[in-house]
């Protein structure tokens, strides 16, 4: 499977700051998706990352509050701008090949908290 | 939500035991997948069972799926310590491919 590196593994954030987080892979892939865990709940899909175009924002998620970038078929970036405490989350970016009954493969994730 | 439920959100077993886990979701699915999430970290992928099968075995683990019920079981044979962690059911929808994941069950293996 897919390595996937994420980067910054943590980080601790001023409110009113943004930051953007970094997924790379070691190998071309089809689908790149970016999700928010928030403390001790589950996943929430925030978008799918688009080859060369603009991202498909899920219900309450909106592009000015997290700009997604993927300039090709290895590398996305996730922004969290204009930051508060609620968006203290760990965000993970995951990856799928576009095959029919494919698993997604998730890197470690960014554990960001907001001061 | 479109979330999934797991339950129970907590379970402690001793070393040895086996660890069932279940899941239910609200939609017509492609598949339903289950990861382990060790301390926050990434997910790690265990088993895919496709939305025609109806049981699927890995190594230790035995998954079964049913869609008339649009329900799923994880059953974890003989633990060990080193399953500890939190599992997640995830669905992908059928039409899409992305995830929709279920709460998480909390796996506490006591040695």
């Known amino acids: 499977s897919a390595v996937i590196s994420q980067k910054p593994s943590r980080d601790i954030c001023q409110r009113g700051t943004s930051l953007t987080i970094q997924c790379q892979v070691d190998s071309q892939v089809t689908m790149m998706f970016w999700y928010r865990q928030q403390p001790g709940q589950s996943l929430t899909l925030i978008a799918t990352a688009n080859q060369g175009s603009e991202a498909t924002y899920e219900s309450g998620f909106v592009i000015d509050k997290f700009p997604i970038s993927r300039p090709n078929l290895t590398f996305s970036t996730l922004t969290v701008s204009n930051m508060s405490p609620e968006d203290s989350s760990i965000y993970l970016c995951?990856?799928?090949?576009?095959?029919?009954?494919?698993?997604?493969?998730f890197g470690d994730g960014t554990r960001l908290s907001i001061l | 939500s479109q979330q999934g439920e797991e339950d129970p959100q907590a379970l402690s077993i001793q070393e040895g035991e086996n660890a069932t886990m279940n899941c239910s979701y609200k939609?017509?699915?492609?598949?339903l997948q289950w990861y382990r999430q060790n301390s926050g970290r990434g997910l790690v992928h265990l088993i895919l069972?496709?939305?025609?099968?109806r049981e699927k075995h890995s190594g230790r683990l035995r998954v079964t799926l049913d869609t008339s019920k649009k329900s799923s079981s994880l059953l974890i044979t003989a633990s060990r310590a080193a399953d500890t962690a939190s599992y997640f059911c995830a669905t992908e929808q059928q039409g899409a491919q992305k995830l929709v994941f279920g709460q998480g069950t909390r796996l506490t293996i006591n040695p």
């Open positions: 939609t017509s699915i492609n598949n």
């Open positions: 995951s990856v799928g090949t576009g095959g029919v009954d494919q698993p997604q493969h």
């Open positions: 069972i496709r939305s025609n099968e």
